[in-house]
């Protein structure tokens, strides 16, 4: 079955060092974005792309950084610049061929980072 | 600019309530719609949509009717269980050329038995 796979699901980090979250999807989606979830807080938009080799920064994009080199994957990288890193970090995908707006996004499940 | 508001929450009722999840959007025009549910550790499903005015989307007894009107997206299920007890996002989306989601803040629902 088609989906989104995020890995690890649980991932815990040292102050000062850089981790790189996993996104893969086989949907053949052409558009990937990464969120950001604090304890009972909404969802905020760290960096989206639109398609491979591009992408865009979202509301909170300081301290992370994210490539497109392939149209299944989009890591995402916590930097030491992440002040406050600790959340829950979610992908999703969307079709973006014109006309297809009204679609919606499919999630995958999610990493739940912690720094120790 | 574009935003949706959603009811505060926490949402708390007993088994075999009424839900109901107030949405309403502010945008000039008619986007798609929809809503997720998020259950804990994991990630948004999606669980209904609805893409024109008037349209009701449905899924798992859960029913919103796109209220142009009213701007308003109200999600309803006539029996909740203790599996429904999930945090429920608005949201919407143009529907031509790229555009992103716009997500409400999320509304927790809590089933007591």
């Known amino acids: 079955d088609g989906g989104i796979t995020q890995s690890p699901k649980y991932l815990f980090r040292k102050e000062g060092q850089n981790v790189t979250l996993s996104c893969e999807q086989n949907?053949?989606?052409?558009?990937m974005y990464w969120y950001r979830q604090d304890p009972g807080q909404g969802l905020r938009l760290i960096y989206y792309?639109?398609?491979?080799?591009?992408?865009q920064k979202g509301d909170i994009a300081e301290g992370y950084s994210v490539s497109r080199e392939k149209k299944e994957s989009f890591p995402l990288t916590v930097t030491s610049a992440q002040k406050n890193p600790t959340a829950f970090y979610l992908c999703?995908?969307?079709?973006?061929?014109?006309?297809?707006?009204?679609?919606?996004?499919?999630f995958g499940s999610g990493t739940r980072l912690t720094v120790v | 600019g574009d935003s949706v508001t959603q009811m505060e929450g926490p949402v708390t009722l007993s088994e075999e309530a009424f839900l109901t999840i107030n949405c309403t959007y502010t945008?000039?025009?008619?986007?798609?719609l929809f809503w997720y549910v998020q259950y804990p550790g994991e990630g948004l499903q999606l669980l209904l949509k609805a893409t024109k005015a008037d349209d009701k989307g449905s899924n798992k007894g859960f029913e919103a009717t796109y209220r142009k009107e009213t701007t308003s997206f109200h999600l309803e299920k006539g029996s909740v269980q203790v599996s429904d007890s999930a945090v429920y996002f608005c949201a919407f989306r143009w529907s031509t050329g790229f555009q992103k989601l716009v997500f409400g803040t999320g509304t927790r629902l809590l089933v007591s038995p």
């Open positions: 792309s639109q398609i491979v080799n591009d992408f």
């Open positions: 999703a995908s969307s079709i973006d061929t014109v006309g297809q707006g009204a679609a919606g996004y499919t």
């Open positions: 949907l053949n989606h052409d558009a």
């Open positions: 945008a000039t025009g008619y986007p798609s």
